[in-house]
């Protein structure tokens, strides 16, 4: 009989034993499940959609400038006098990005002047650039359009021909 009084004793210290420990908050173990994410953004990306064209413009004996504005495509005479005609349009660029990433135009990432030449290379320049926008951000689609206008120079008596580069008009975007 004591055996089993023994015996039941031990039980009933045990039960309390484990339920003491139980009650105990340092023997619990909990966890939980947390997240790792990055918002990866694709590839930046310059499209060139047009190029910049000054239309057809008819030379005059004094020479001057003509002015294409980004914003509208339209071409005006900043000195001189020149009759206008065909379609003029800006450069149009499309940029491409995440959305809300900021870019900008900075002065000496595109050339201050380029040289356009015709089929006999006679030669005309264009300079001062303007870009709209010349900073902004990528839109909600993930895309933003820049257009480039500038100004040609035109000589006096310039010979007449299709003048063209294809190759100095490069503008760097900076992403920021």
């Given at each position: ?118 089929e006999n290379n006679y030669t005309m320049t264009v300079n001062n650039f303007q870009f709209d926008p010349s900073s902004g951000q990528i839109g909600n689609d993930g895309t933003a359009i ?31």
């Amino acid at each position: 009989m004591r055996t089993l009084k023994f015996i039941f004793l031990t039980a009933i210290l045990t039960g309390i034993f484990h339920m003491s420990a139980a009650q105990n908050p340092s023997s619990f173990a909990t966890s939980i499940d947390g997240e790792a994410s990055i918002t990866l953004g694709i590839d930046l990306r310059i499209e060139k959609l047009t190029d910049l064209h000054f239309g057809n413009i008819m030379s005059q004996s004094s020479g001057g400038s003509v002015t294409l504005n980004p914003s509208t495509g339209n071409v005006t005479a900043s000195s001189g006098s020149f009759q206008f005609m065909g379609t003029s349009t800006a450069a149009t660029f499309m940029l491409t990005g995440l959305p809300g990433q900021s870019f900008l135009i900075s002065s000496g990432s595109y050339p201050t002047q380029i040289t356009l030449k015709n089929e006999n290379n006679y030669t005309m320049t264009v300079n001062n650039f303007q870009f709209d926008p010349s900073s902004g951000q990528i839109g909600n689609d993930g895309t933003a359009i820049l257009k480039l206008g500038g100004t040609l120079n035109i000589a006096a008596n310039q010979p007449g021909g299709n003048y063209s580069n294809t190759s100095d008009l490069t503008v760097t975007i900076t992403y920021q």
